[in-house]
């Protein structure tokens, strides 16, 4: 049946729904890439709670997401932006989906990195700075899981420099039971992280974290970088130290990065990699073919759908991660927590959904219909 979405005009134009899902392969291992799916959290519909209060999350169903982007191949990177650390979940629940997630993952033989940042301060000195890092990385290890070392919005505003990024990162490497994930989280999704790495000038901030890495051999996995500039990317991963991974988090430019070129590849830790997981995973599959092409394919169509729910202000973008994931059926409402799924207009989600089932995301496209549906007549398209 014909739906009537909403443009950016504010008018209505007619949408005739896709009928037949995007059929996929088995999954099995991948060989070539590792490839980490940043994912949401789900939150409980039926809290008594306010934007502002402590995050009420939906454990089974979020823990369910999990063994979805397992059951696929992908790893899960938890306790991210995407979970919306920061942006209504709190340190007291991410501890706990830290634990949930890890343990789970142990009885799956999942694959889990978790996010280790210093959400539990506003403000503080680097002392603070590197006590809130130190509780949390204990939180992670001790689970069993690795450790994501996150941007941290209190040391970018307590960082007088280079010199206290060194420090502060330096003792956390030096006491890492295990080589961890080093995360550059730019502006575009924080703007608070404004200046990290001790300067606005990103080619002085390359740098400084090549310095750090440099500095700490073996201690240091790889990195996920997060500036949706490829040509930075690649010019950032080319002067890594030999057995240092680069992560690609440019949602804008993934398939070109993962894809590679002669001088070497991007791995993937990216958010888009939620609601794509299962068309990701195909397409890596293809890549561990060695057919790049194939791959290609498959992965360059997504990108418009990928621009759409990352453009600006970029760090909405998990209202449109979370709206995928109920019409997908992973989730029986579209609430977020903190409110977050008032973050986007209705033309911007009406988009949202016409490019994923565009792409034949949805397993049952006619319950993705009747959901969007009732959203729309929710915001008063009546026909």
């Known amino acids: ?146 450790a994501v070392l996150m941007a941290s919005r209190a040391l970018a505003a307590a960082a007088r420099g280079p010199e206290d990024y060194m420090e502060v990162y330096g003792h956390l490497l030096r006491q890492s039971a295990e080589p961890v994930i080093l995360h550059w989280l730019g502006p575009m999704f924080d703007p608070a992280l404004e200046g990290y790495w001790g300067s606005c000038d990103l080619d002085a901030a390359t740098e400084t974290f090549l310095e750090v890495i440099a500095a700490h051999p073996g201690k240091v996995d790889g990195i996920k970088v997060s500036l949706l500039d490829a040509g930075r990317e690649i010019g950032l991963r080319r002067r890594l130290p030999r057995g240092v991974r680069c992560y690609t988090g440019d949602d804008f430019h993934y398939p070109e990065l993962i894809a590679g070129d002669a001088e070497g590849f991007s791995h993937a830790l990216l958010g888009i990699f939620d609601p794509l997981g299962p068309l990701a995973a195909e397409a890596v599959r293809v890549l561990d073919t060695g057919d790049t092409e194939g791959f290609r394919a498959l992965l360059d169509p997504t990108v418009p759908l990928s621009r759409h729910l990352f453009q600006a202000p970029t760090r909405y973008y998990k209202t449109g991660v979370v709206l995928l994931a109920w019409l997908a059926g992973h989730q029986s409402h579209f609430t977020m927590v903190g409110g977050l799924q008032s973050a986007r207009s209705l033309p911007h989600l009406a988009r949202a959904y016409e490019l994923a089932d565009g792409l034949g995301l949805f397993p049952d496209p006619k319950l993705a219909e009747e959901r969007m549906r009732t959203l729309l007549a929710l915001h008063g398209v009546d026909r």
């Open 1 to 146: 049946m014909t739906l009537h979405l909403p443009d950016a005009n504010g008018t209505l134009r007619a949408y005739e729904p896709r009928t037949d899902p995007l059929t996929l392969s088995s999954a099995s291992a991948f060989t070539s890439r590792t490839v980490f799916s940043a994912a949401h959290v789900v939150a409980d519909p039926y809290a008594d709670t306010t934007p502002d209060g402590p995050a009420a999350v939906d454990w089974d169903a979020t823990l369910a997401f999990r063994r979805h982007l397992w059951s696929h191949g992908l790893g899960v990177a938890e306790a991210m932006d995407t979970a919306q650390r920061g942006m209504g979940l709190d340190w007291e629940g991410a501890a706990e989906l830290i634990r949930r997630s890890a343990a789970e993952a142990k009885a799956c033989g999942g694959r889990v990195a978790c996010g280790v940042g210093t959400d539990q301060l506003t403000t503080g000195t680097l002392a603070e700075v590197r006590a809130a890092y130190e509780e949390q990385l204990a939180v992670v290890e001790e689970s069993g899981a690795q």
